[in-house]
Antibody, heavy 122, light 107 residues
Framework: EEQLVESGGGLVQPGGSLRLSCAAS????????MSWVRQAPGKGLEWVSV??????????YYADSVKGRFTVSRDNSKNTLYLQMNSLRAEDTAVYYC?????????????WGQGTMVTVSA | DIQMTQSPTSLSASVGDRVTITCRAS??????LNWYQQKPGKAPKLLIY???SLESGVPSRFSGSGSGTDFTLTISSLQPEDFATYYC?????????FGPGTKVDIK
């Protein structure tokens, strides 16, 4: 069964760091484009980042709101996606979802994890 | 960045009603438009991709149309399990911006 399971969320002080993990099963992370999407409490969905598959060059892109602070990466041996979040701010408080992105030019998120909550507060 | 808007922000409807939600992009996105359904406390679920293609396993009462800047999601006969929030997302360019969502609740 194909599945994504996020972990690593929690309470962190402003200016702190956190690393989120997204473990995949049933498919290979490195062969797929993968995204992070977040949702602040009571708000809508916000696209955070995408990392393209190894076959497509493996480039990563970020929303302006997180550029320079967040880094997406993969560990192919663990079939896991990561989001390293530094210099966290109160406005980064959200549920963070990882998602598989369907390729072939469609780029729709066709599988989502259950989400992990990040709270940035003193 | 491409901006996405949706209308209405919310709507109240009854089981069996035909429901239409509109999504508009700030510039042409051709047909790179996806629709998601989200229920409270749950992850979003892909319904429609490439403006009009039905995701596998999604009931045929859901349909999408449009191209360029204007798109619609239609639910032909609303069912109890369809009460949720619906988001559009453009995937023409990075960042893949989402619309603000449309909440569909029970009249």
């Amino acid at each position: 069964e194909e599945q994504l399971v996020e972990s690593g969320g929690g309470l962190v002080q402003p200016g702190g760091s956190l690393r989120l993990s997204c473990a995949a099963s049933g498919f290979t992370v490195s062969s797929n484009h993968m995204s992070w999407v977040r949702q602040a409490p009571g708000k809508g969905l916000e696209w955070v980042s995408v990392i393209y598959s190894d076959g497509s060059g493996g480039s990563a892109y970020y929303a302006d709101s997180v550029k320079g602070r967040f880094t997406v990466s993969r560990d192919n041996s663990k079939n896991t996606l990561y989001l390293q979040m530094n210099s966290l701010r109160a406005e980064d408080t959200a549920v963070y979802y990882c998602a598989r992105v369907r390729g072939g030019g469609i780029d729709a998120c066709d599988m989502w994890g259950q989400g992990t909550m990040v709270t940035v507060s003193a | 960045d491409i901006q996405m808007t949706q209308s209405p922000t919310s709507l109240s409807a009854s089981v069996g009603d035909r429901v239409t939600i509109t999504c508009r992009a700030s510039q042409s996105i051709i047909t790179y438009l996806n629709w998601y359904q989200q229920k409270p406390g749950k992850a979003p679920k892909l319904l429609i991709y490439a403006a009009s293609s039905l995701e596998s396993g999604v009931p045929s009462r859901f349909s999408g149309s449009g191209s360029g800047t204007d798109f619609t999601l239609t639910i032909s006969s609303l069912q109890p399990e369809d009460f949720a929030t619906y988001y559009c997302q453009q995937s023409n360019t990075t960042p893949g911006t989402f619309g603000p969502g449309t909440k569909v609740d029970i009249k």
